[in-house]
Nanobody, 125 residues
């Protein structure tokens, strides 16, 4: 399995920006897609963004579209999530995960999905 380590979370004021990073061990050939989930207290986990390993196509949930941008650096085995115009409702633990990108679910996981440990993002004044 691919090992994933997130970083970059923290406390930010509404309207601010953060960039999350996900370091992936192993080859990009080990997964079809990689992306981000988030889970707020008392809420279900939400797939918010995905990048296809082969095509580079990106996928976003409506809740983050036009505010968040996923990118990857294949040479460094890194995936990033640039988060702009942050809102209090973006407060959650953010997880990097492997899966299959699709327009309906954004990222579909399975029993072979690799998960990072999560990084807390808090948007508050």
């Amino acid at each position: 399995q691919v090992q994933l380590v997130e970083s970059g979370g923290g406390l930010v004021q509404p309207g601010g920006s953060l960039r999350l990073s996900c370091a992936a061990s192993g080859s990009a050939l080990d997964y079809l897609g990689i992306g981000w989930f988030r889970q707020a207290p008392g809420k279900e986990r939400e797939g918010i963004s995905c990048v296809d390993s082969n095509s580079g196509h990106t996928y976003y949930a409506d809740s983050v579209k036009d505010r968040f941008t996923i990118s990857r650096d294949r040479a460094k085995n890194m995936v990033y999530l640039q988060m702009n115009s942050l809102k209090p409702e973006d407060t959650a633990v953010y997880y990097c995960a492997t899966g299959v990108c699709n327009t309906l679910m954004v990222i579909r996981t399975s029993t072979t999905t690799s998960w990072g440990q999560g990084t807390q993002v808090t948007v508050s004044s």
